[in-house]
């Protein structure tokens, strides 16, 4: 089994899977991307959890209210509204979902040269 293979499981193989993560990845998706999302969190302060996610080692944690601060109630509301969740419950998968994926794309301790959203195009749309 491969990255890919093992993130696609985690995602459902699909971006309406039913598990968290195949949430968090439709979420990502009506934010943009994960790519957009990245940058946001990003230019929110979360250089040092992002980075400890890529890296090899223990993930940072982030907390839903910081990840709903940064993101904005305006962003979180249009993913709440599309997929009919709380923006609590958005924030929330997005906090306690979002550093294990990164972790699992990035086994080898380096961000992916074209971005995240890449990865999660091949694995979800099956071009291996």
């Known amino acids: 089994m491969n990255i890919l293979d093992m993130i696609g499981g985690a995602l459902g193989g699909n971006a ?6 195949g949430q968090l990845f439709e979420i990502v998706q009506n ?5 957009a999302v990245m940058d946001q969190l990003r230019a929110g302060g979360l250089n040092d959890q992002i980075g400890s996610w890529i ?9 839903p209210e910081r990840v709903r601060a940064i993101l904005g109630d305006g962003m979180i509301g249009r993913a709440a509204q ?10 929330e998968i997005i906090a306690q979902q979002l550093p294990a994926v990164i972790d699992m794309m990035t086994p080898d301790g380096n ?12 694995v979800l ?4």
């Open 82 to 91: 599309q997929m009919g969740l709380s923006p609590e419950r958005i924030s």
């Open 55 to 63: 890296a090899q080692g223990a993930n940072q944690a982030i907390t």
């Open 16 to 21: 309406g899977g039913t598990s968290t993560y």
């Open 31 to 35: 934010m943009g991307g994960l790519d």
């Open 111 to 122: 961000s992916p040269g074209g971005g995240f959203g890449g990865i999660l195009g091949q």
């Open 125 to 128: 749309g099956g071009g291996r």
